[in-house]
């Protein structure tokens, strides 16, 4: 595997993350409570964040499945700004860069990927 540490890390973040609303745990059920989200939109999320998180260990699509969970992760950003939730924005904006990241040092498995297909 390419650049396993940044994979790596955004396999335990999106796993870890989409497990806990999967699990319906405590803080993830009133976070979208708060948010006025419901019920069926967090399980959503988790079922995103899960499959994307495993999807990242296959190969190839790797760096395309990174910058989608990027991409993803701009719905959290808005959710933490609107809610001034600071903090978590700031954490949230970092595992959004860290998806980008990884899709733009995989840039040419994309590029390969996109050529493939067309």
């Given amino acids: 595997m390419k650049y396993p540490i940044p994979t790596a890390l955004l396999l335990i973040v999106f796993l870890g993350s989409g497990l806990a609303k999967l699990a319906s745990l ?34 190839r699509f790797t760096a395309l499945v990174a910058a989608g969970l990027g991409c993803f992760m701009i719905g959290a950003v808005a959710t933490h700004a609107v809610h001034t939730e600071w903090p978590m924005m700031g954490l949230a904006s ?25």
Avoid: C, K, N
């Avoid at 059920?29 to 990242?56: D, S």
């Fill in 94 to 118: 970092a595992i959004m860069a860290l998806g980008f990241w990884r899709g733009w040092i995989g840039r040419e498995d994309i590029r390969t990927l996109l050529r493939r297909a067309a």
């Fill in 26 to 59: 405590e803080y993830e059920l009133a976070a979208f409570a708060r948010w006025g989200y419901p019920l069926w939109f967090m399980y959503l999320t988790g079922v995103i964040e899960v499959l994307g998180g495993l999807a990242l260990l296959w190969g």
